[in-house]
């Protein structure tokens, strides 16, 4: 019970990492703030997340990238909780097209979910947290904040530019507020077995079998993805107080692929 009594708001909960984090932020004790697109699997969530666990937990159904959501999430957090300890921004999109046929519908969308939703919810929580003058914040950035990458010959170069961005919005909130309390950080995962890297690969088709995890694993020298606990245990832990002397990390959770 490391989290014990901590509240924590995760966004982008109701799937993947998202959805491991909440279970896992409940299981070592923390109360939820949840926020994601769908009312219906945000309640399923808080009912698996209270039950198993006895956590309370508060939902925010709504598109992240909007002012009007961030600012809900911070309202419910303090009505319901009156404080926030963790923030973990979860919630992301992705994209696959080279740049010659990337619109800028796309590149608005992507740098909207990916980024902008970071943006205006840690500026929605850093307030609440610099008058308690403790916090942490997880973000989550990737693999692709570093290299360049391809899928199916494609370049993800947008999704990529929007990871980048998440890395340098960890590095200088970090350093900002680290005489604050408030420590910044960031999870770098590789692939991990979630419907964001289903939903890119699937285009159209209905099904795909468990093949397609064994395709992608020998590009990570351990030779499989993630599982989403994985990326959630890391989380955790940068989350906790075990983690009290860390900010401004960059935390690769991706079976050596960026040690290559
Ligand atoms: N799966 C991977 O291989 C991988 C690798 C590195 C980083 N990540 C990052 O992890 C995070 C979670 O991705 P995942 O793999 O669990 O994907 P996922 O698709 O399983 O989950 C993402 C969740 O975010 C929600 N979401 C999307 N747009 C939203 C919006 N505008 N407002 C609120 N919620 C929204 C979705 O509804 C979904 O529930 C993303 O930021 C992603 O970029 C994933």
Not at 33 to 56: C, F, M, P, Y
Not at 69 to 95: M, P
Not at 203 to 224: E, F, L, N, V
């Amino acid at each position: 019970m490391r989290l014990d009594g901590k509240i924590a708001i995760v966004t982008g909960a109701g799937s993947g990492i998202g959805r491991a984090t909440a279970l896992r932020l409940a299981q070592e004790g923390a109360n939820l703030v949840l926020n994601d697109l769908n009312q219906k699997t945000l309640d399923e969530i808080a009912r698996q997340a209270g039950s198993a666990h006895r956590t309370k937990v508060a939902t925010v159904a709504g598109d992240v990238s909007r002012e009007e959501t961030a600012a809900s999430i911070a309202a419910t957090a303090t009505s319901q909780f009156g404080r926030v300890d963790i923030l973990v921004n979860d919630a992301g999109i992705h994209h696959v097209g080279d740049i010659t046929e990337t619109s800028l519908e796309d590149w608005n969308r992507l740098i909207a979910v990916n980024l902008t939703s970071m943006f205006l919810v840690s500026r929605a929580i850093i307030p609440i947290m610099l008058k308690q003058r403790s916090g942490a914040i997880v973000n989550l950035a990737s693999i692709s904040s570093f290299v360049g990458q391809e899928m199916d010959g494609k370049s993800t170069f947008l999704y990529n530019v929007t990871k980048a961005g998440v890395l340098q919005l960890t590095t200088s909130l970090a350093t900002r507020y680290a005489a604050d309390g408030i420590r910044v950080n960031c999870v770098c995962p590789g692939g991990v077995k979630t419907n964001l890297i289903l939903g890119s690969i699937l285009k159209g088709q209905d099904h795909i079998d468990d093949s397609i995890w064994k395709a992608i694993g020998p590009s990570h020298p351990m030779g499989r993805v993630a599982e989403p606990s994985e990326i959630a245990a890391a989380i955790a832990f940068l989350a906790s107080d075990d983690a009290s002397f860390i900010t401004g990390a960059a935390l690769p959770v991706d079976g050596g692929y960026l040690a290559r």
